[in-house]
């Protein structure tokens, strides 16, 4: 099993980034080894929660997988998580938390996964913290591209 967490304190809102995050629809257009996703069965399970179901296909090299997660999506606290629904993983559990600080926002991210397979479960051992600070990083200049340097905090 693969467990990570990460952290980072970016110069944005919570709530801007928050809301990048959880816009999960266009995340084909900005990482890279997502070769497609689609959302469906949105929920609004109590106000200011939203969640819904999206199937994912990813595609490093010569490798692609495809698996389905339930997203879900609380306002309050500014947290976002992700848990498997099906596809190529025993377990999947994602969660990101933006917290506002002074400099801006904290966000921490942990990532928990295991592939069925024995080979694939060994690269992802093999990466993990790697692939983890790539998609972070991925993200940071997302949240650069929309909002620039200038700290929108008060």
């Known amino acids: 099993m693969a467990r990570f967490h990460l952290d980072r304190v970016l110069p944005y809102r919570a709530e801007d980034l928050w809301r990048m995050v959880g816009d999960v629809q266009r995340y084909p257009e900005f990482i890279p080894w997502i070769t497609s996703l689609r959302t469906y069965n949105p929920v609004t399970p109590a106000e200011g929660v939203w969640a819904f179901d999206a199937d994912v296909a990813v595609g490093f090299k010569m490798l692609s997988e495809r698996f389905s997660t339930r997203v879900t999506k609380h306002e309050a606290g500014h947290t976002i998580h992700m848990g498997l629904l099906r596809g190529p993983l025993k377990r999947l559990d994602g969660l990101w938390r933006f917290t506002t600080v002074e400099s801006g926002t904290r966000i921490d991210f942990d990532m928990d996964m ?41």
């Open 114 to 154: 295991d592939f069925r397979n024995p080979l694939l479960n060994a690269m992802l051992r093999a990466n993990f913290n790697l692939a983890v600070s790539k998609l972070m990083s991925v993200f940071e200049q997302r949240a650069h591209h929309l909002y620039g340097q200038t700290p929108s905090n008060p």
